[in-house]
């Protein structure tokens, strides 16, 4: 099962889920193959994307388990996500560590 399996928790699982840390590091999670396409200013791909905020790496572990390491994901620009958020792409949901 895959770390990201948790996150899909409503029938219309997105194609393009980040993570964020502290609202400063972005991880791409799930969506690799539209990357490319992600990251163009004109790019196409599916919408929305989906980010999950993080209040620390230790939040995000005690939300998806202690083996997800955010070294096997690819890195994201905050300037990138800023164009998503902007372009009303992206839709940002807080997550709880309680």
């Known amino acids: 099962m895959n770390a990201v399996d948790q996150f899909n928790e409503d ?6 889920i980040l993570i964020a840390i502290k609202r400063e590091s972005y991880y791409l ?16 791909f599916p919408c929305p994307v989906q980010c999950l ?4 790496k230790f939040a995000m572990r005690d939300y998806v388990g202690e083996d997800v390491s955010l070294a096997q994901y690819w890195g994201v620009n ?3 996500v800023e164009r998503l958020r902007r372009n009303q ?3 940002d949901i807080e997550t709880s560590s309680d």
Not at 29 to 44: A, I, K, M, P, S
């Open 78 to 80: 905050p300037s990138i």
């Open 11 to 16: 029938s219309n699982d997105p194609e393009i």
């Open 53 to 56: 905020h993080f209040a620390s």
């Open 89 to 91: 792409q992206l839709v």
């Open 29 to 44: 999670v799930e969506g690799e193959d539209f990357l490319n396409q992600l990251l163009l200013e004109d790019g196409t």
